[in-house]
């Protein structure tokens, strides 16, 4: 089975404090830690059990800058076969449709039977996956936190679905699965991996080689800006709770104490 995972380079919110910047549309950037999306580094290890069990090999694409090649490597790393990165000027600001529109130039350049992406990224929007399944006409499911392949064309897929009941599906490939945390544990990734795929040369599509005209994605081509990103302010009768982790967890325990919620 062939199966390519869409991954993501994103800042780490547990290296780092996120400030919102002056201009009110962005986060500030400068010296941020970055590191794959969470939900898509699931969907990683997911693809390597399959192609373990059942065989097969596992793509990792991201769309990015050069800066991507780092996620890129660092999934190979956790043992994808390859790596590809989809990089140009013309992607930078694209939205969600620009995104999957991007993807799946790169899907229809290769030969998959299922392709994974994590259940959202750092946006929260969770759109690409159902937006590239459409522009491929593919079969899609969402939430996925369990995959069984039934023979060479079936998968048995198991959703997380309201009150925390659980779906299970069959669906047709080749397909769309976007993949939920806690479907499995991801693997840790070692030196002996990074320094196995550091020299590993990685292919780099920019526009033209996707077949991609520029003003179709990226700012040009974007149906959805963003017009305003804010921290909420505090509401009233609540009370911001600041410090290191260990420094929080006593003041919190005291309000709690103070308050009746403990004794």
């Known amino acids: ?44 290890e997911e693809a390597i059990a399959i192609a373990e069990r ?50 799946k130039a790169a899907v229809t350049k290769g030969s998959y039977d299922l392709v994974l992406t994590g259940a959202q990224a750092d946006d929260g929007a969770a759109q690409v996956g159902g937006m590239l399944a459409a522009m491929l006409d593919w079969p899609y499911a969402s939430l996925v936190n369990k995959v069984e392949v039934s023979d060479g064309k079936t998968l048995r897929i198991g959703r997380e679905i309201e009150g925390g009941a659980q779906e299970i599906n069959e669906i047709q490939t080749p397909c769309v699965l976007s993949v939920q945390t806690g479907i499995n544990e991801p693997r840790y990734v070692g030196i002996r991996g990074i320094r196995k795929v550091a020299s590993v040369e990685i292919p780099v599509l920019d526009a033209a080689a996707l077949g991609i005209q520029a003003g179709s994605v990226g700012p040009s ?37 103070a308050k009746g919620g403990l004794k």
Not at 71 to 89: F, P, S
Not at 250 to 255: C, E, I, N, R, T
Request: net charge negative; glycine share 10%; proline share 2%.
């Open 1 to 44: 089975m062939e199966i390519l995972v869409c991954i993501k380079r994103v800042p780490d919110s547990a290296e780092n404090e996120i400030v919102v910047d002056d201009g009110g549309r962005d986060i500030r950037r400068d010296d941020l830690t970055y590191s794959v999306n969470e939900w898509d580094n699931y969907a990683v």
């Open 54 to 103: 059942e065989g097969g090999n596992v793509t990792v694409v991201s769309v990015g800058s050069s800066e991507a090649e780092e996620v890129v490597r660092r999934e190979m790393a956790m043992g994808a076969g390859q790596g590809l990165l989809l990089q140009d000027d013309a992607f930078d600001n694209s939205d969600g449709r620009g995104i999957a529109s991007i993807l």
């Open 221 to 257: 081509g974007a149906r959805v800006s963003r017009v305003d990103y804010f921290v909420p302010a505090t509401g009233k009768g609540a009370e911001l709770i600041e410090g290191t982790t260990k420094e929080i967890a006593a003041k919190l325990v005291h309000l709690l104490k």
